[in-house]
């Protein structure tokens, strides 16, 4: 089993839809947990961070952890033909020493808001 | 506010040339630094990471070596490159040991 699952999609949605984009993972000892944007040929930029369970909300943003379920998601309200890009979850927690944190990256999926 | 800069945007090296990457930060000091490959459909993989100047901790076995000379300097080099270096290579600091902020990136390809 990977650690961090996330669909591929291609996803299609229209101007102004509700997008849910969700990542799942194993590791119960992840804490922290990132969505990131990522538009074609250029780097990711970090949209997101939250800790733990919880709801965190930024503009038409919305991350959701539920850590019970090894789940998070990132909503997208009123989506805009700006937001298509690649959308990349990571995650990251102690490793078995307990001192160095590194970024568990999902494969990414990619988003096409139509107008 | 911090910047990072890397260079070059892109790159066509044949097959057995060296490589030279380079990664700069502004506006911070002491930063932890990164450098990370997407290949196509693999996602992002960890190379290397830095948290100080000289230290260095690789993550994947590979003909890739990385050197922090400076604090917020990173740089990535091959003495012979392979055709499966081609893909696209971003470097990334961060304030701490959470948060990751990328670079533009270098699109290598090895022909």
């Known amino acids: 089993q990977k650690e961090v699952e996330q669909d591929p999609g291609p996803l299609s949605v229209p101007e102004g839809a509700i997008v849910s984009l969700n990542c799942t993972y194993s590791n119960s000892a992840f804490q922290y947990f990132m969505w990131y944007r990522q538009y074609s040929r250029k780097g990711p930029e970090l949209l997101m961070y939250t800790y733990s369970s919880g709801n965190k909300e930024d503009g038409r943003f919305t991350a959701q952890v539920d850590k019970s379920s090894k789940y998070i998601s990132l909503f997208i309200r009123d989506s805009q033909p700006s937001d298509s890009a690649t959308y990349l979850c990571?995650?990251?927690?102690?490793?078995?020493?307990?001192?160095?944190?590194?970024?568990?990256f999902g494969k990414g999926t990619l988003l096409t808001v139509n107008p | 506010s911090q910047t990072i800069h890397q260079w070059p945007a892109t790159l066509v090296q044949p097959v057995g040339s060296p490589l030279s990457l380079e990664c700069t930060v502004e506006g911070t000091s002491n930063p932890n630094l990164y450098w990370y490959r997407q290949a196509a459909g693999r996602g992002l993989q960890l190379l290397f990471y830095s948290v100080g100047i000289g230290q260095i901790s690789s993550e994947v076995p590979q003909n890739l070596s990385a050197s922090r000379p400076q604090d917020r300097q990173f740089i990535l080099s091959s003495k012979k490159l392979l055709l499966s270096d081609s893909g696209f290579y971003l470097c990334?600091?961060?304030?701490?040991?959470?948060?990751?902020?990328f670079g533009p990136g270098t699109r290598l390809t090895v022909t």
């Open positions: 990571a995650m990251s927690g102690p490793n078995s020493g307990g001192s160095n944190y590194k970024l568990t």
């Open positions: 990334a600091w961060g304030p701490g040991l959470i948060e990751q902020y």
